[in-house]
């Protein structure tokens, strides 16, 4: 394991100093720096009105739905794995809060769940029981609730915060785009639900399973959730420094911009892999069996739906994306560790790199080990505490205005 990390740091450094040179890179960070000045400071206004102690506890409870979302995506990437997703065949935002208590009660939702393809594909061989139906129907359930609890956990304070003239214009808009984003994310679940149970219109209709597409996309209303909590919270919670003096920090937060797209990407690709089950593709690294470009990469027409309906592709693209993904988190670290940051900045930058390097052995110890659900949910796990180093480091170095 220590020699797979020191390759990769030999090659990420070499890589870096290419692409450090200035005819590579300085015209991109500039554009970057660029684009960055036209928009408003994100946290500048936000806790405009009030006290300190008012800040921490804003801050605290938007931290804590930032916590819970990222327990939810960890939650969602157990039941998927188990396949678990498609055994309740109801949505209702009450009734099926409470779960089947009795054996007739497990049996009438059993029969319920036979009606659909999914139980005849997996009964195939060998029927499935009433025991296994009961597990997977409880990851399933466990899920829901969980959302439905994030709901809870943010809009009840979100109301009395309210009430209370708490929030100004600026946080009240942002309070707003969140509830929206939430409520639509339990639309989005569902909405992808329904194309496992009815797969006819899927890419691979033969197999019953959600739409990657439609996956793809509540993975990514539930980062955009999570960012969104995660930012405001902390811009509330933590006195930003303001860094703005020291040399190259135009370039940091270029690369750190660079550095958190890049993450997110990634992670979005990796919803694609999940949900063609391309994990289980070529499960051997570095090379694809033994070609380092797989021959079944693009037999798809119109060539462009390989990315996301090509099993064979849709792990080529995240494989190297995490590359790349790693090569600018070592990029940014190499700029930020010998720049004079804040105490609590230097540490994310550094936790930044180590977790950007871990998430990377996680996931090809998920590969070479044929993704066992414990590795794959730390895996998806992992891409949520890389996301939060790199978005928390952005919140450390952005501009204070004076």
């Known amino acids: 394991?220590?020699?797979?990390?020191?390759?990769?740091?030999?090659?990420?450094?070499?890589?870096?100093c290419r692409i450090s040179r200035p005819t590579y890179i300085r015209p991109i960070i500039q554009k970057v720096q660029k684009i960055s000045k036209r928009y408003v400071i994100l946290g500048t206004q936000l806790t405009e009105g009030q006290t300190a102690s008012q800040r921490k506890v804003t801050g605290a409870w938007l931290l804590g739905c930032a916590a819970m979302v990222y327990g939810a995506v960890a939650i969602g990437g157990a039941t998927r794995l188990t396949e678990s997703?498609?055994?309740?065949?109801?949505?209702?935002?009450?009734r099926s809060m409470k779960p089947p208590l009795t054996r007739r009660q497990w049996e009438e939702e059993f029969e319920r769940y036979k009606r659909f393809p999914e139980y005849k594909y997996k009964s195939r061989s060998e029927e499935m029981s009433l025991s296994q139906f009961k597990f997977i129907w409880t990851m399933e359930y466990l899920h829901r609730m969980w959302g439905r609890a994030v709901g809870v956990v943010f809009l009840l304070p979100c109301i009395y915060f309210w009430a209370k003239g708490r929030f100004s214009s600026p946080m009240k808009k942002r309070m707003l785009i969140a509830g929206s984003l939430l409520i639509g994310q339990g639309l989005i679940g569902w909405w992808m639900v329904k194309?496992?149970?009815?797969?006819?219109?899927?890419?691979?209709?033969?197999?019953?399973?959600?739409?990657?597409?439609?996956?793809?996309?509540?993975?990514?209303?539930?980062?955009?959730?999570?960012?969104?909590?995660?930012?405001?919270?902390?811009?509330?919670?933590?006195?930003?420094?303001?860094h703005t003096h020291l040399p190259k920090i135009g370039r940091l937060r270029a690369l750190t911009h660079c550095s958190k797209t890049l993450i997110v990407i990634t992670a979005v690709m990796g919803a694609f892999v999940a949900g063609l089950d391309a994990g289980w593709v070529y499960n051997s690294w570095p090379k694809f069996a033994d070609r380092w470009i797989p021959e079944d990469l693009m037999t798809r027409t119109p060539k462009w739906k390989n990315c996301f309906e090509?099993?064979?592709?849709?792990?080529?693209?995240?494989?190297?994306?995490?590359?790349?993904?790693?090569?600018?988190?070592?990029?940014?670290?190499?700029?930020?560790r010998r720049m004079n940051l804040a105490r609590r900045a230097k540490i994310v930058l550094h936790s930044t790199m180590i977790m950007g390097y871990t998430q990377v052995l996680l996931g090809i110890a998920a590969l070479v080990y044929y993704v066992p659900v414990w590795l794959g949910v730390l895996h998806q796990s992992g891409s949520m505490a890389v996301m939060t180093f790199a978005f928390w480091l952005s919140n450390e170095i952005r501009r204070i205005p004076k």
């Open 85 to 94: 997703g498609l055994s309740m065949v109801e949505w209702d935002l009450f």
């Open 310 to 336: 090509n099993p064979t592709t849709a792990q080529f693209l995240h494989r190297n994306l995490a590359y790349l993904t790693l090569a600018s988190v070592t990029a940014t670290w190499l700029v930020g």
């Open 1 to 16: 394991m220590s020699l797979l990390l020191s390759a990769i740091v030999r090659t990420n450094s070499h890589l870096w």
């Open 195 to 242: 194309s496992g149970l009815d797969p006819t219109n899927n890419s691979n209709a033969d197999i019953p399973r959600v739409s990657q597409y439609r996956l793809a996309t509540h993975l990514t209303m539930a980062f955009v959730l999570y960012t969104i909590y995660l930012w405001t919270g902390l811009s509330h919670f933590f006195v930003p420094n303001d």
